[in-house]
């Protein structure tokens, strides 16, 4: 049990090493997405001018929701673990880990693990440095409930995060090229993850369909308890309720992907 | 006559792509969805937010969304001709397959970011046509001849300058090598062209409106349409897409001075 977790402890730390090499990749998206606030900020502002608010919700709570979403996209998103693992498949550098008492999931995991340690580590600065910027139109909600019930679905939207990055990644056992399936997936995501707008201002009807959709669990779930825009805690119960299931059963479409593209594979190269 | 000897190499470079996208077609069909739901994303959001609200920066649904419209129509016409092989082009600078382009009988500016045509856009730029022609529809909009003219000239303008942009930040590639996904400066500057003009203020407006073209480019074609032919806004955007085109070539001309080719 303690070699199984020294085996992975050591993948870890590799990962983070190699992340903190890597740290200018980094450097350039958190300065994207520091953009990416100002175009939010601009829209949303211009939005609320005479409308006190929108969908009950007023400005600062908007804009704090699009704040905490990008801290988190930095803690938990699943950047280019599909692109990696689908390389890993195509040139061969799978085969390693065929002849080795090595988990490829758990291997993966846990360079994902370590990868988002050092980003949403490193996220925390420019937040730190741009707060008494940003003060004045946050506004968070103080209940301590909030952080009992979001931190487990926080937990469990990294793993569904994850989750479906590896299975777009074993994606490469069947199809050469799966860049255009990711990012269309990636745009499903973002429309129904509540990257584009928060969910809640959907047509009711359309936000009820999406809370029984994977996406809602990846990134708006836990950001909406947060920040304040689901405040029933015994609907959120329910909510995690949903994403534990939606969990499962991403890992077991993984487990049976993996078990059925390595019946496909040929090893080439190595 | 070299105005004719580019047309043919550009010519050849179209005949290629047009028969690659032939032998797969699956990817470009995955391609051209992808586009189209980035699109309808961008849509539905300006659809979400006027379920909310009845006016954004003084535009209404209908013209915003011909704002959004004009933005796309730029940008798949950016990605459709350019995209691809500006894309390629950084990470040939970083890893020395550049040198084919030195080779090559042609400008090098030219023959580097001209290689490839990208038809699931250009598939996709009717749709985002008929996204403007649907909402100057439901606007009542008719425009003279003379504005339709103008808004095809700001159109290429847009492009001129979008295109200038996008090599401007790939062609800092020859300096930093080691940076990856300074592509990803683009899309985030493109975000800005989907807003309004009058939403930016203060400092903003210095920087992204003046300053930065990328929010006039798609406010001026869309502003002609709705409100007539502006010749001085014309004027500023030729301007502009000039002397943008002027920097990008003289950057990219610098940065080639410093291109030493890689050896991994």
């Known amino acids: 049990m303690l070699s199984l977790f020294n085996k992975y402890r050591a993948v870890f730390l590799v990962g983070l090493q190699s992340n903190l090499v890597y740290r200018m990749n980094f450097a350039v998206r958190g300065f994207f997405s520091f953009f990416h606030l100002i175009v939010v900020f601009i829209l949303w502002s211009a939005a609320y001018t005479g409308n006190p608010e929108i969908g009950g919700f007023n400005f600062g709570q908007t804009f704090t929701y699009f704040v905490a979403l990008i801290i988190v996209q930095f803690m938990i998103g699943a ?171 991403i890992l077991a479409i993984g487990q049976f992907l993996w078990r059925r593209g390595l019946r496909l594979h040929t090893a080439v190269g190595g | 006559m070299t105005f004719l000897h580019y047309l043919r190499i550009w010519l050849t470079a179209a005949r290629y792509s047009i028969m690659r996208t032939l032998m797969f077609r699956g990817d470009f069909f995955v391609w051209a969805l992808v586009e189209l739901f980035w699109m309808t994303v961008n849509i539905l959001m300006v659809s979400v937010i006027y379920e909310h609200t009845k006016s954004v920066a003084g535009w209404s649904k209908y013209e915003m969304m011909l704002l959004v419209g004009t933005s796309l129509l730029i940008q798949r016409f950016l990605m459709g001709f350019f995209w691809s092989s500006i894309f390629e082009m950084g990470r040939n600078i970083r890893s020395g397959n550049f040198d084919f382009y030195l080779a090559q009988p042609g400008n090098v500016m030219f023959m580097a970011t001209t290689r490839k045509l990208d038809p699931d856009s250009l598939v996709n730029s009717l749709v985002a046509l008929s996204v403007v022609i649907y909402s100057a529809h439901q606007l009542n909009l008719q425009p003279s001849f003379l504005a339709i003219g103008c808004y095809a000239l700001l159109v290429v303008a847009g492009i001129v300058i979008h295109y200038s942009m996008l090599v401007l930040c790939i062609s800092f590639a020859f300096w930093f090598t080691s940076a990856q996904g300074i592509e990803g400066s683009y899309f985030t500057l493109s975000e800005f062209s989907r807003l309004p003009r009058e939403a930016f203020k203060g400092l903003a407006n210095i920087v992204f409106v003046w300053a930065l073209p990328m929010v006039i480019v798609s406010n001026a074609p869309a502003q002609t349409l709705l409100h007539g032919f502006q010749p001085s806004l014309l ?13 990008t070539v003289f950057v990219f001309n610098r940065g080639l001075r410093r291109y030493s080719s890689a050896s991994s």
């Open chain 1, 79 to 249: 950047f280019n673990e599909d692109y990696q693992i689908s390389e890993e498949i195509r040139n061969g550098l799978i085969n390693q880990f065929l002849l080795k008492p090595v988990n490829y999931f758990a291997y993966r995991f846990s360079i994902y693990a370590s990868a988002r340690l050092v980003t949403g580590l490193l996220i925390l600065i420019p937040v730190i440095v741009t707060y008494p910027l940003l003060k004045d139109y946050l506004t968070l909600p103080s209940d301590w409930w909030r952080l009992a019930l979001g931190l487990p679905a926080l937990l469990m939207s990294a793993v569904i995060q994850f989750g479906i990055a590896y299975c777009f990644g074993l994606m490469s056992f069947w199809f050469l090229e799966i860049q255009g399936l990711v990012v269309l997936s990636m745009a499903l995501e973002s429309l129904l993850g509540g990257q584009i707008f928060p969910l809640d201002l959907l047509p009711d009807w359309l936000f009820r369909v999406s809370q029984f959709l994977p996406y809602y669990y990846q990134m708006y779930f836990p950001v909406a308890i947060f920040t304040g825009r689901l405040s029933d805690p015994s609907a959120i119960m329910v909510g995690l309720g949903i994403q534990a299931g939606w969990m499962l059963i």
């Open chain 2, 235 to 247: 004027a500023w955007v030729v301007g502009i897409a000039t002397g943008w085109f002027a920097l």
